[in-house]
Structures are given as structure tokens and as C-alpha cells.
């Protein structure tokens, strides 16, 4: 069997009026490509269309995985984000001012499937705090301005730490108490 795996790379031309240009590589069998991969990296191309300018990783991946099967989203987040927050609390998955800023792949590969499952589990909760128009507002205000100022302006929050606080509470009603240091 193959492996699962995508890629899109996405080149901006210096007009904005211009489209980006893309090219996507996509291996895996027939089922994953079409339930999980394409939908994931046609995403990346419809979100380079729309904004036209790279937006915060988190959001780029995190939409994208949003846009992924519900089962695989499920089993991301309960063999990757569920244990890593089990294991250390919010320092087994990314403190929100890091999971923000983020912007390696040069990392080990298990941090970075941390990275896509708690970003895909961010979209999720400020999509389902109000809707996804409200969250594109959202990219649009965080492109122009601090996170900070994103968040209060679309979701009320005051701060990071608010956001995260809201953001694990639902992680642990939805899916129990994990042990582990807290936020």
C-alpha cells in the first residue's frame, strides 16, 4: 500500500488582481485520496485564491483539515491531540501563542501531527462557537491585526489565554478529564 500524503504548492504573484498558481502532489489509494487528501489540498487552493496571500498556518491547516472525512478528523484527534494533552496538559499540545506564530515543518513528526490536530480542533470551535463566514471575517481581521484583537472583535475573547481556557473546556466535555498539568 501506499502512503497517504499531499502537498500543494502555491506561488503569489506580486499583482494581487492575479491568481496564484498551484501545483499539487497526491499519493495514497483511491478511497483516502477522495474522502481526506483532495478535499484537504483543494482547500489550500480555494483559501490562496480567496485572501490571496499566505495566512497564519494554523488557520491555512486547520481549515484544511476541517475540510477532511469526520472520521479521519476523529481519529486524528483522539490518537494525537487527546493523548499529547493527556500526557503534559496544554504543554503536550501547543500553548496558543505558539500554535499562532508556528511556522516550521522542520520539526519532529510528531509535533507536527500535534500541530494539524489542534489546529483542525481551533477551526473547529470557532466555527461552531458561530458560523464560517464568521471565522473567513476572522482570517481577514487577523491578516490586518493581532490575534488578540481578532479574537475580541469576532468572538469576544480578551486574550489568548481565554480563547485556550474555552478551547480545552470543550476538549474536556466533549471527550472527558484528562490528567496532566492544566493550561
Not at 499540545?93 to 516550521?104: C, R, V
Not at 480542533?121 to 484583537?149: A, G, M, N, W
Not at 469576532?154 to 481565554?162: P, R, T, V, W
Request: charged share 25%.
Amino acid at each position: 500500500d501506499e502512503p497517504v500524503s499531499g502537498m500543494t504548492f502555491i506561488t503569489f504573484p506580486h499583482d494581487k488582481k492575479l491568481s496564484p498558481t498551484f501545483t499539487m502532489d497526491v499519493h495514497g489509494d483511491e478511497q483516502s485520496l477522495l474522502n481526506d487528501v483532495l478535499p484537504h489540498e483543494c482547500l489550500h487552493m480555494l483559501i490562496a485564491e480567496h485572501f490571496r496571500i499566505y495566512i497564519p498556518r494554523w488557520c491555512d491547516e486547520g481549515l484544511a483539515g476541517y475540510n477532511e472525512s469526520a472520521t479521519t478528523k476523529q481519529v486524528f484527534k483522539k490518537t494525537v491531540l487527546i493523548p499529547a494533552l493527556r500526557s503534559s496538559g496544554i504543554d503536550g499540545a501547543y500553548p496558543t501563542n505558539q500554535l499562532f506564530e508556528w511556522k516550521d515543518y522542520n520539526q519532529d513528526i510528531q509535533r507536527v501531527r500535534v500541530f494539524y490536530a489542534q489546529s483542525c480542533d481551533y477551526v473547529r470551535f470557532l466555527i461552531d462557537l458561530k458560523d464560517e463566514k464568521t471565522f473567513i471575517d476572522f482570517i481577514h481581521t487577523l491578516i490586518s491585526s493581532s490575534p488578540i484583537q481578532a479574537l475580541k472583535k469576532h468572538y469576544a475573547f480578551d486574550s489568548l489565554i481565554d480563547f485556550q481556557n474555552a478551547w480545552l473546556e470543550t476538549v474536556r466535555i466533549n471527550l472527558g478529564s484528562w490528567r496532566g498539568r492544566g493550561p
